[in-house]
């Protein structure tokens, strides 16, 4: 049994219903844009919460509205909010949810629900699903709503648990009998929360810095690393000043490059594989010692050789989280700073001062050089005009044009067009550039894309594997709709990596990497009234994508790719087991 209520239903004078108070509950918390996809039991509350001035963004596909939710909350420190129908609505939406909560992105995932009575004796109703304990091991915190006088309440517990100590996923379950629920307008208004705080502030301990600046001046090779956490803080004044004022250079992870110009002196990203092993105190803001950075392990921290003065135990770690249980998650912690990173970088900078002593030159010095290299080889790799393009001529030019439009988001997905990119394209923005993030997910394109441009304004440049542009491509629709200012650009190998795999068989199926030859991505646009450019030369891409800034018109661009150019899984082929396996036995031949 659903419940459907006509929009335009006169109401009884001083009463409210369900609908109108999750509407209130949401806009009385500043939260005033929906990211979602209409349907039974939630269709009238997206035409009611456009009616009371919300801004609905309607999708095609509840996984792109809950990625779209997700990055808004990166983007405002507010929850994204996304809207889905009941079962299969909400476990479209839920990947986004999982994946928001990994990479500790605020968000809040509203699904309608069927009737409690007929879904919890598995007596076969429409869309039936127990939504809420399958969201819950998935997410921060799961709520459910039965009564429309605990609306308030329920909005007000997932916005705290959104936003508060670690961010994440909230799910917030709304079954459809709760909409049409109707309640005297003053006990209604009384009922609903305006959150004092969402997000307290969490000082560290007095001692905690002491034990961190301790260590820091012991330090012979120190180094900070910035994860997207340290983006998400905005505490972009205080984290320069520290880099600045201790002189210690710093690594930026993927979305935490543009905390800092990446042109910045300090900046080692292009001496990351020489500083990781190399330095004796590392100092970890907002980022986690995952997969990402090995774990804090093996080779990457030079920790080959027991013997070695790079064994086990030798590097120290200060780490800066909000959440305490973060602390020795992979290695020992030696000085855990626990606390919200603007009032725990403001609290290290107060000790460290004026007069900080700087790090010795020989290791300043011996980053530079490497980094100079790198520098220079990328220079030349750069300088090249191959043809057909391949990823470096390609993306030489997305790094002018972020150069000169150093507002403009940049959102990123794929396996080489995702790797290539992060090391080509120089941000010099905080929270410009949006990507795959902690799990390596892929569809996030269209859904971050969309957000990036109604939360922001600004100008976003998608750039998008060809394979990665399929999981959300339907999504131009979406752009189209909005006329949003988002220039896709699918860098076209003809397939997942690479197109030039072949089926061994010979058989008429084609390898499972390979896509149509020749595929023509623009078209897509056009049908729904955008631009779409096919560029074959950095020439012809650099004047579509010119053009898709001045114009601010929803634009994709084809970028012809040389099909062999890719490699397996781009810079992470170690992850593949069967390819891991393949190399391991090519090296051992060639020995
Ligand atoms: C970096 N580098 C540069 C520059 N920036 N050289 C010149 N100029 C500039 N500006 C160098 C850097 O020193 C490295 O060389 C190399 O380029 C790569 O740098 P990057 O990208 O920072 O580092 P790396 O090794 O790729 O980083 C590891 C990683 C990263 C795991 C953090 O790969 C990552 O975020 N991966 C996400 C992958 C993912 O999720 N894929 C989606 C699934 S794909 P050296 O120092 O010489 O090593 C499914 O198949
Ligand atoms: P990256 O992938 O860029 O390394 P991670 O997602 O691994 O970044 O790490 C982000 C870390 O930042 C998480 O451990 C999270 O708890 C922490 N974090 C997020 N927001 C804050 C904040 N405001 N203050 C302190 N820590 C935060
Ligand atoms: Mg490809």
Not at 295 to 301: L, Q
Not at 302 to 321: E, L, M, P
Not at 350 to 358: A, F, R
Request: proline share 5%; glycine share 8%.
């Amino acid at each position: 049994m659903t419940t459907e209520v006509n929009a335009h239903a006169p109401s009884i004078p001083d009463t409210t219903d369900g609908f109108h108070l999750v509407i209130d509950a949401l806009k009385l918390n500043g939260l005033n844009t929906i990211y979602g996809l209409p349907g039974i039991p939630i269709t009238d509350l997206t035409r009611m919460a456009q009616a009371a001035g919300m801004r609905v963004i309607s999708f095609r596909h509840e996984q792109n509205a809950g990625n779209a939710a997700a990055i808004a909350g990166y983007l405002t420190q507010k929850p994204g909010v996304c809207l889905t129908v009941s079962a299969p609505g909400f476990l479209n939406g839920l990947s986004a949810l999982t994946n928001a909560t990994t990479n500790c992105f605020p968000m809040i995932l509203i699904s309608g629900s069927s009737e409690r009575e007929i879904v919890d004796l598995q007596q076969g109703d429409y869309e039936e699903m127990d939504q809420l304990a399958i969201a819950k091991p998935l997410c921060k915190a799961a709520f459910r709503v039965l009564n429309a006088e605990d609306i308030g309440v329920g909005v007000a517990r997932a916005i705290r648990a959104a936003v508060s100590g670690r961010p994440g996923g909230v799910y917030l379950d709304l079954p459809a009998k709760l909409f049409a629920q109707t309640m005297e307008m003053a006990a209604a208004k009384k009922s609903l929360i305006k959150v004092v705080d969402p997000a307290p502030r969490q000082l560290p301990a007095h001692d905690a810095i002491t034990r961190a600046i301790d260590l820091l001046k012991s330090a012979k090779r120190p180094l900070i690393l910035l994860g997207k956490g340290a983006a998400y803080a905005r505490a972009d004044e205080a984290i320069r000043a520290l880099i600045e004022n201790t002189g210690i250079p710093y690594l930026p992870m993927s979305m935490a490059k543009g905390i800092l110009p990446d042109t910045h002196a300090q900046s080692a990203a292009a001496a990351r594989s020489f500083v990781l092993p190399e330095a004796d105190v590392v100092v970890l803001i907002g980022a986690r010692l995952n997969w990402l950075l090995s774990h804090g392990k093996g080779k990457t921290w030079g920790r080959t050789n027991v013997n070695d003065h790079k064994a086990w135990g030798s590097q120290k770690y200060v780490q800066i989280d909000i959440s305490p249980t973060e602390m020795d998650s992979n290695v020992a912690i030696d000085a855990p700073v626990v606390g919200d990173i603007g009032s725990c970088v403001s609290a290290l900078l107060m000790s460290v001062g004026s007069n900080w002593t700087k790090p010795a030159a020989e290791w300043l010095d011996a980053i530079d050089a490497r980094r100079h290299k790198n520098l220079a080889k990328m220079a030349e790799a750069l300088a090249k005009d191959p043809s057909p393009m391949n990823f470096h001529s390609a993306l030489n030019v997305v790094r002018d044009i972020i150069k000169a439009n150093p507002e403009a988001m940049l959102v990123n997905e794929g396996a080489n067009t995702l790797d290539f990119t992060r090391s080509i394209v120089d941000m010099y923005q905080p929270r410009k550039r949006l990507d795959v993030g902690t799990w390596g997910i892929m569809g996030i394109g269209m859904g971050f894309a969309v957000a990036a441009a109604v939360e922001t304004g600004h100008n976003v440049i998608a750039v998008e594997g060809d394979s990665a542009f399929g999981f959300s491509g339907m999504e131009v629709e979406t752009i189209c709709r909005y006329n949003l200012p988002v220039c896709v650009v699918v860098m076209n190998n003809n397939g997942v990596y690479r197109g030039t795999d072949v089926n061994p068989t010979g058989g008429a199926d084609v390898a499972p990497t390979v896509f149509v030859k020749g595929a023509r991505y623009e078209m897509l646009m056009e049908a729904f009234g955008g631009v779409g450019v096919k560029a074959s030369t950095p020439a012809e891409l650099r004047a579509a994508m010119n053009e898709a800034i001045r114009s601010r018109k929803p634009t994709l661009i084809n970028a012809i790719i040389d099909e062999t150019a890719g490699t397996e899984s781009g810079r992470i082929t170690s992850l593949n087991p069967a390819t891991s396996k393949i190399l391991a036995a090519e090296q051992l031949a060639a020995k």
